[in-house]
């Protein structure tokens, strides 16, 4: 199993939850995040005064998916929240060592 988390811009989030549902993911969480990358934020005019936005705006998305649906659920995220410009985000991909449901009490890949 793997814990998927990708940051990604917002207005791409109903695009990759439509891939990864695609994919065969199931479940997901979003979170709203603000961070910068290489983009180091940008310049902004309001009422004629010029100040720096450091932080963007961004979503993270973070699902747990099973090892064969892995390959597909990276795929998925990165063609739908891709634009070819810098600030379009990224996937971390960290293994998943357990994964229980508190309702039925499965482990494992059936609790996904």
Known sequence: MKLIIAIIRPFKL????EALGEAGVTGLTV????????QKGHTELYRGAEYVVDFLPKLKIECAVSDDVFEA?????????GTGKVGDGKVF?????????IRTGEIGADAL
């Open 14 to 17: 109903d695009e990759v939850r």
């Open 73 to 81: 659920a990276i795929e998925a995220i990165t063609q739908a929240a």
């Open 93 to 101: 991909v960290l293994a998943l060592e357990q994964a229980l449901r």
């Open 31 to 38: 979170t709203e995040v603000k961070g910068f990358g290489r």
